[in-house]
């Protein structure tokens, strides 16, 4: 049936599924007649801030959502004239937008309609956040199961001319390209690596060629093997294709990798929100307590002035920059600036100090824990691949794993 003939979350679900399984065919024999069933992983606001109205920040993008039931809708697109998915509030804080639509149509269309609002942020998925799945991968599936791993880590502020908006579209759309065989019109400036084989065999040798080749920490993308045949392509970026044979399974591991997010974002939170709270003992004296901690990021290496200087021109002089992030960077030294700057997504403060040996981050309360996400996964991407991430006293990798083994996250399938 056609999309616009779909009325109840049933009916939507039984087409999902039905035409991931004509995908999945069409993979096994060897071609795509059309786009995969791709999802958008995204985030609205941190349980303290009241939630948007979808359906508002949509109309503002000519795109209407129509209502199945209280969580599920389809989308559809006013300039085109035409349904082009569903979105479904998953979790709270996490709306997702499924689309088969072709991969040119569909990022630029999910990138500016972010971009349009600051009440929608991406999901970003450090490097570090796929080694803590990559294990539970490990961990859920035989040895002898296929896994794949894509690496990819990019010199962008070490190149000799200037980024455009070309490049950054061809950057956001390549690998997804990639994947369903379509050419790029322009060379790539990218170290891209990708790893397919039995899990076992990756298990004993991803470590050995990390410790020799630290851009191999930069993983961008891993499949979820699926409980029935192919798998679940995860992106950096919150993009999620599905290869599998089953929209039901699908929608579980989304389900999973979200609540892990949400539980690291928020506890992320919790320990990094910077506040001032005034006491008064019995005693009657009164103390200011600073409660919170900063977000530092330490580079493996220094960098160099010149890309040092490139990156905060990049990040501070553009609008629609890699990082969201607007500020005037005070600057004390050429290898040092500080930032009392906000993030594009909800406007709200944040203080950083950038050099060219760290980067550190405060989080005045209220700030979305999104941005240390954002931050650590582009600085992984493109300045450096083994950067050592602390929230106050605590790894970031520690903060991961942590809500991994949390009871209420389980990891369930079809």
């Known amino acids: 049936m056609p999309i616009k003939t779909v009325s109840t979350r049933k009916q939507a679900m039984d087409y999902l599924d039905g035409y991931v399984q004509e995908k999945k065919e069409e993979i096994d024999q060897g071609y795509i007649s059309s786009g995969l069933v791709k999802s958008y992983l995204l985030e ?10 979808l359906a508002t920040i949509f109309e503002k993008s000519n795109a209407r959502l129509d209502p ?9 697109n006013g300039l085109e004239n035409k349904y082009i998915g569903f979105l479904e509030k998953l979790i709270p804080r996490h709306p997702v937008y499924y689309t088969m639509e072709d991969i040119k149509e569909c990022d630029p269309w999910i990138k500016r309609l972010v971009n349009s609002t600051p009440n929608l942020d991406r999901l970003w998925i450090s490097g570090w956040t796929f080694e803590q799945l990559w294990r539970k991968v490990i961990e859920i599936n035989p040895g002898r199961r296929y896994g794949r791993l894509v690496f990819e880590y ?8 200037e980024e455009t908006e070309e490049d950054e579209e061809i950057v956001d759309v390549k690998s997804e390209e990639f994947e369903e065989k379509t050419q790029l019109t322009k060379e790539q400036r990218s170290s891209r690596f990708t790893m ?7 298990e004993t040798c991803l470590p050995r060629l990390q410790e020799i080749y630290s851009p191999l920490l930069s993983i ?3 499949r979820f093997p699926s409980a029935s045949r192919g798998g679940h392509d995860f992106y950096y970026n919150g993009k999620v294709t599905n290869r599998s044979d089953s929209f039901v399974d699908h929608r579980a591991h989304l ?3 979200l609540k892990i997010y949400k539980g690291t974002t928020e506890d992320a939170e919790q320990i990094a929100w910077h506040s001032i709270e005034k006491t008064t003992l019995q005693t009657e004296r009164r103390f200011t307590t600073l409660h919170g901690a900063p977000v530092v990021m330490k580079f493996s290496s220094q960098l160099s002035v010149d890309t040092f200087e490139k990156w905060i021109t990049a990040t501070f002089n553009r609008k629609n920059n890699k990082f969201r992030l607007w500020g005037n960077p005070i600057r004390l030294s050429s290898e040092k600036v500080h930032i009392y700057g906000a993030d594009r997504h909800l406007w709200q403060p944040i203080f950083l100090e950038l050099t060219t040996r760290h980067a550190i981050a ?13 931050l650590v996964t582009n600085i992984q991407h493109y300045i450096d691949s083994a950067v050592d991430v602390w929230i106050g006293d605590r790894k970031y990798t520690e903060v991961i794993s942590t809500a991994i083994k949390r009871r209420d996250i389980q990891y369930e399938t079809d």
């Open 68 to 76: 199945i039931d209280d969580t599920l809708y389809k989308v559809w």
């Open 196 to 202: 397919v084989d039995r899990l076992e065999k990756m």
């Open 154 to 161: 990019e010199n962008l502020f070490e190149i000799d001319r």
């Open 44 to 53: 609205t606001v941190p349980a303290t801030r009241q939630e948007p109205e």
């Open 220 to 222: 961008s993308q891993l």
């Open 362 to 374: 405060i989080l005045p309360k209220g700030t979305c824990g999104n941005i240390i996400h954002r």
């Open 255 to 257: 389900l999973y990798v």
